[in-house]
């Protein structure tokens, strides 16, 4: 069977990487038809859009795309390419896996953890207004039926997964309505689907506490927006930072599977990025698709050429010389 899958290779690094993480997901067994599409800033320079309308509507009808990272201006320009996606395509679960790696060495060992980011709201919905000059607001939204289905994909997640126990960081004895909101709607589900999986809350500032001292004590983190957002790169740097992570945006009928760190333009087109977080990124979506066997496959290439620290074949973000097109060389090599 073939799959018909959105490629989006942004910008930056993005297009390096992305066609890296293809001929690799293309030597795994699965068979695939590519659709290529633009986004992020070289996409303004010929469609005036950051997300072109036709990109979003072939990610609609295809169901499923890998897409490359793209540039985001900080305070100024336009809107995250990222936040368009999800809100237009309701890529309401953001979902990133993380664990220690074999050859990459960090202060812990054994991390294992799955965040779940609500992705659609919050702080994110982006409802900013200037009151009068030097005084900003920024409204917080957050909804019953949002929360309520970002805590049944965690819960589902566990099932599936045999996951343990879910941990919801929030800071409801500050936002008692919007924060406690979230709580009441995971308690309620926890007790209708799941009651079976461990179940506890966490302040969040305590939670990063708990994070740093033992990440080892957690399973699946549930949240809204913004803690997701800032606490998957923290846990992103308990086992080696944003480039050995991958993340999937997950929607009833939509996923969209993407690196998650940054599109780095001082290193965009020298051969020297590293395209394991598209890569894993992929094995999520050889998942998505059905092809077990192959996301397996590719997952076993790619943790023994890293248990093998054979420098000649590893980025130099790694400690080792190879390049993009090198890294991915090895990792088919062992396919």
Not at 71 to 76: A, D, E, N, S, Y
Not at 216 to 223: E, G, S
Not at 286 to 309: C, K, M, N
Request: glycine letters at 10%; one cysteine or more.
């Amino acid at each position: 069977m073939s799959h018909t899958v959105c490629l989006v290779p942004g910008d930056g690094i993005g297009p390096e990487v992305t066609e890296a993480a293809r001929r690799v997901l293309e030597a795994s067994g699965a068979a695939f038809q590519w659709v290529e599409l633009p986004a992020g800033a070289g996409a303004v320079e010929i469609y005036d859009k950051v997300l072109p309308t036709h990109t979003l509507d072939e990610i609609e009808k295809h169901k499923v795309a890998l897409k490359g990272p793209v540039t985001t201006p900080i305070g100024r320009g336009f809107k995250s390419v990222n936040v368009q996606l999800r809100k237009k395509l309701n890529l309401y679960a953001a979902v990133r896996p993380v664990r220690s790696l074999p050859g990459i060495k960090t202060r812990y060992e054994n991390v294992d953890l799955v965040v779940f980011r609500e992705n659609t709201e919050g702080l994110y919905s982006g409802l900013e207004n200037e009151i009068v000059e030097g005084v900003v607001t920024s409204l917080k939204v957050v909804t019953k039926v949002a929360s309520e289905r970002i805590a049944r994909a965690a819960f589902a997640y566990c099932k599936e997964r045999n996951r343990k126990k879910v941990t919801v960081f929030h800071k409801a004895n500050i936002m008692k309505k919007s924060d406690g909101l979230f709580l009441e709607c995971t308690r309620r589900i926890h007790a209708e689907v799941a009651p079976e999986i461990e179940y506890d809350e966490l302040i969040i500032d305590n939670g990063c506490m708990q994070l740093v001292r033992d990440p080892t004590r957690f399973d699946v983190l549930l949240m809204e927006n913004l803690y997701g957002d800032v606490i998957s790169d923290l846990c992103a740097g308990l086992v080696g930072g944003l480039g050995v992570v991958p993340g999937a945006n997950y929607g009833d009928d939509c996923a969209v599977f993407e690196a998650v760190h940054g599109s780095a333009p001082d290193i965009a087109g020298k051969n020297v990025a590293n395209p394991l977080a598209l890569i894993m990124s992929g094995v999520m979506m050889l998942r998505h698709l059905g092809e077990i066997e192959a996301a397996r496959r590719v997952r076993q290439a790619y943790d023994g050429l890293l248990d093998s620290g054979n420098l000649s074949e590893l980025t130099r973000d790694l400690g080792g010389t190879a390049g993009t097109r090198q890294f991915a060389d090895a990792i088919i090599a062992r396919l």
